[in-house]
T-cell receptor
Framework: AQSVTQLDSQVPVFEEAPVELRCNYS??????LFWYVQYPNQGLQLLLK??????LVKGINGFEAEFNKSQTSFHLRKPSVHISDTAEYFC???????????FGQGTRLTINP | DTGVSQDPRHKITKRGQNVTFRCDPI?????LYWYRQTLGQGPEFLTY????????KSRLLSDRFSAERPKGSFSTLEIQRTEQGDSAMYLC?????????????FGPGTRLTVL
């Protein structure tokens, strides 16, 4: 079975500072990896995905993530955050042949002015 | 923009009552998913349809829960004899399943509160 651990439940940062949201996964088979963002009272929006190929993937709103197979990690980064990035961020894994996504517990990103 | 829509957005009910939620996926999307999200947690998979066929159900989906997608378009999720533990956000997602991977597009969710 697959599992996802987001190591920080809350991350407070100052505006224009860099941020890293950590995600580790466990799986005995190859995985697809995703980061979703959830703004208050809204559904989940896909930020970026890793399917194969280059381990550094770029997404929307200036976010990027790096797949590290040896460390089973897929950390999300942004070099300079804005107030509008305040939201809940979820890491998720999917596997070949299965349709469901397995999500982590989420990390609440709070941007302070 | 015709994204995934869910109705109602909020539902308050008393314990023991039945509730039904509706999800309208993006048109032409043949796959539809239901997830449940409790406070402070990530979404958990409940069930998945390909067209009208329900192909996978989680163990979370007790016999009080039933989901249908009668014509392969919209879907309903019914909870019978609701319990306080059913209070959660119920999320619907859809995808165009043409390959092993397909991006899931999520709706805004239905927030259920059981008193």
């Amino acid at each position: 079975a697959q599992s996802v651990t987001q190591l920080d439940s809350q991350v407070p940062v100052f505006e224009e500072a860099p941020v890293e949201l950590r995600c580790n996964y466990s799986s005995s088979v190859s995985v697809y990896l995703f980061w979703y963002v959830q703004y208050p009272n809204q559904g989940l929006q896909l930020l970026l995905k890793y399917l194969s190929g280059s381990t550094l993937v770029k997404g929307i709103n200036g976010f990027e993530a790096e797949f590290n197979k040896s460390q089973t990690s897929f950390h999300l980064r942004k070099p300079s955050v804005h107030i509008s990035d305040t939201a809940e961020y979820f890491c998720a894994v999917g596997i070949q042949g299965a349709q469901k996504l397995v999500f982590g517990q989420g990390t609440r990103l709070t941007i302070n002015p | 923009d015709t994204g995934v829509s869910q109705d109602p957005r909020h539902k308050i009910t008393k314990r023991g009552q039945n509730v039904t939620f509706r999800c309208d996926p993006i048109s032409e999307h043949n796959r539809l998913y239901w997830y449940r999200q409790t406070l402070g947690q990530g979404p958990e998979f409940l069930t998945y349809f390909q067209n009208e066929a329900q192909l996978e159900k989680s163990r979370l989906l007790s016999d009080r829960f039933s989901a249908e997608r009668p014509k392969g378009s919209f879907s309903t999720l019914e909870i019978q004899r609701t319990e306080q533990g059913d209070s959660a956000m119920y999320l619907c997602a859809s995808s165009l399943g043409t390959s092993d991977y397909n991006e899931q597009f999520f709706g805004p969710g239905t927030r259920l509160t059981v008193l």
